[in-house]
């Protein structure tokens, strides 16, 4: 099975800063990766797909990135509404395993 | 316009077998290329991918859950059925249904259901 790790776990940044989350995967997955973000109490969302397609409706402060077995989420100009924790996915083989979570909080 | 609704019950006691049923409407599971899933996520935990259904009633399953777990589908209901036998307390979670697109795009988990908070206690 594929594993997935995301760093770092926990992220406080303030308004406005540019963050990123990487996601590693330990073999290949092409371009077949996948964010979500879950705010408390809610069902994940669906922000990006096939690596750094932008899903409809999803701000374009959202960006993914990356290649291989490294991939990246980017917020731009972080907002208080991006307050939740952001989970990678792997959909190149089955399990479709998710990442571990990183948590963003607003300073 | 897609929606998915978990439905079963709240608390089932240690060995007992789980029956959820997700209940989808705005897409058909005799298309092609559609599918259904479930995921759970403990409380203040990560998600788990649990099972998918395919249009052509493929299968797949969590490599450590296969043993405990049944998935079918009831096409003329627009509803999926997931099973876990031997339900224990680590398996306390929200699970959740969502679709997910085969061969279309997005090749990923487009639309969840609410959610559904199974507790296991005696």
């Known amino acids: 099975d594929i594993q997935l790790t995301q760093s770092p776990s926990f992220l406080s940044a303030s308004v406005g800063d540019r963050v990123t989350i990487t996601c590693r995967a330990s073999q290949g997955i092409s371009s077949y990766l996948a964010w979500y973000q879950q705010k408390p109490g809610k069902a994940p969302k669906l922000l990006i797909y096939d690596r750094s397609t932008l899903y409809s409706g999803v701000p374009s402060r959202f960006s993914g990135g990356g290649s291989g077995t490294e991939f990246t989420l980017t917020i731009s100009s972080l907002q208080p509404e991006d307050c939740a924790t952001y989970y990678c996915q792997q959909l190149n083989s089955y399990p479709p395993a998710f990442g571990p979570g990183t948590k963003v909080e607003i300073k | 316009q897609v929606t998915l609704r978990e439905s079963g019950p709240a608390l089932v006691k240690p060995t007992q077998t789980l029956t959820l049923t997700c209940t989808f409407s705005g897409f058909s599971l005799n298309t092609t290329g559609m599918c259904v899933t479930w995921i759970r996520q403990p409380p203040g935990k990560a998600l788990e991918w649990l099972a998918v259904i395919y249009w052509d009633d493929d299968k797949y399953f969590n490599t450590s859950l296969r043993t405990r777990l049944t998935i079918s589908k009831d096409t003329s209901k627009n509803q999926v059925v997931l099973t876990m036998t031997n339900m224990d307390p680590v398996d306390t979670a929200t699970y959740y249904c969502?679709?997910?697109?085969?061969?279309?795009?997005?090749?990923?988990?487009?639309?969840w259901g609410q959610g559904t908070l199974v507790t296991v206690s005696s």
């Open positions: 969502a679709r997910l697109s085969v061969g279309l795009a997005p090749r990923a988990f487009d639309y």
